[in-house]
């Protein structure tokens, strides 16, 4: 088993995560809050389970705020999801989640990325939305630039965005242009 945290601060707007990771044979989780102020200022907690090569399995979403306390839950089922224990025929097909307040969930794509410059991984995504707490089919592309560098491509609801991402060896996000910065505790 292997534990660590991870802090990333957003570069676009003022705000700070905090994410504890457990890796352990049987699979991965993580445990997150979010901080900011767009959207008039917010509290966002997302818990998540992985199975053993990233994949994610659930993810749960609890944001605070001007509007009040809101949950959301979105769950593997089969080739699709559910949110909030109900099916959403729309997301079918999409394999991975994506929470737009963090740079964690860029992890699942990016582990799955080839090799070598040059190659790319097209994929459809469960996009939540963090300040709105909905959830849509979006598509997303990641190609590798070469060794801890990924280009992002959004081919979806934010078509025409693009950041280059710089990763570490487990493929967890250093930077995301435009975005996010990891950063060390005091």
């Not at 459809?124 to 990924?150: H, K, L, N």
Request: contains cysteine; glycine residues 10%.
């Amino acid at each position: 088993m292997s534990r660590s945290v991870l802090f990333w601060r957003r570069t676009d707007v003022e705000g700070l995560e905090r994410l504890e990771l457990v890796v352990e044979p049987d699979g991965v989780t993580a445990t997150s809050t979010v901080l900011c102020l767009e959207a008039d200022g917010f509290r966002l907690d997302h818990r998540w389970r992985l199975d053993p090569d990233w994949r994610a399995q659930s993810v749960i979403v609890e944001r605070w705020g001007p509007q009040g306390h809101a949950t959301l839950q979105l769950e593997r089922a089969g080739s699709g999801w559910r949110v909030n224990g109900a099916p959403r025929p729309d997301l079918e097909g999409a394999e991975e989640p994506d929470l737009s307040v963090t740079p964690f969930c860029n992890t699942f794509p990016i582990r799955r990325t080839p090799q070598g410059a040059g190659t790319s991984l097209a994929l459809d995504t469960a996009f939540i939305d963090g300040a709105e707490m909905t959830v849509a089919r979006s598509s997303q592309r990641y190609d590798r630039q070469g060794p801890g560098r990924v280009r992002y491509v959004d081919l979806g609801l934010a078509k025409g965005f693009e950041a280059d991402l710089v990763v570490d060896e487990a493929g967890l996000v250093l930077s995301y242009e435009h975005l996010f910065e990891r950063v060390a505790p005091l």
